[in-house]
């Protein structure tokens, strides 16, 4: 992965969860060694991502389509059978958006 593919990747998820109603904002920060991206509720329907600035592209994108897992199921910082089902849903876009950069 490169930084294109990885703003890329940014811009789909925001078009994708504004078509939700949803929106975030998503920022490379520093974070602890052991957490490569989070996710808080900042306002009804607005969520605000943080990945680790550490991180590789790759690494970046990961975390990303985790923690859309998370957005999708209200960033409520569980891994249970819930989030599961959205964290399915955003590797399925994530699938997506990579078949289409390789048709390319």
Same mark, same amino acid.
């Given at each position: 992965?490169?930084?294109?593919? =990885?703003?890329?990747? /940014? #811009?789909?998820?925001? !078009? &994708?969860? *504004?078509?939700?109603?949803?929106?975030?904002?998503?920022?490379?920060?520093?974070?602890?060694?052991?957490?490569?991206?989070?996710?808080?509720?900042?306002?009804?329907?607005? =969520?605000?991502?943080? /990945? #680790?600035?550490?991180? !590789? &592209?790759? *690494?970046?994108?990961?975390?990303?389509?985790?923690?859309?897992?998370?957005?999708?199921?209200?960033?409520?910082?569980?891994?249970?059978?819930?989030?599961?089902?959205?964290?399915?849903?955003?590797?399925?876009?994530?699938?997506?958006?990579?078949?289409?950069?390789?048709?390319?």
């Amino acid at each position: 992965m490169n930084r294109m593919v =990885y703003h890329g990747w /940014i #811009s789909v998820v925001k !078009t &994708y969860l *504004k078509e939700k109603g949803i929106h975030i904002s998503v920022r490379r920060t520093r974070l602890p060694p052991d957490v490569e991206g989070d996710c808080t509720p900042v306002a009804e329907d607005f =969520y605000r991502i943080r /990945i #680790s600035r550490d991180a !590789t &592209y790759d *690494k970046a994108c990961e975390a990303l389509t985790h923690e859309l897992g998370h957005v999708l199921d209200g960033c409520l910082h569980e891994h249970g059978p819930s989030w599961g089902v959205s964290y399915s849903e955003a590797y399925a876009l994530w699938a997506k958006f990579v078949e289409a950069c390789n048709e390319q």
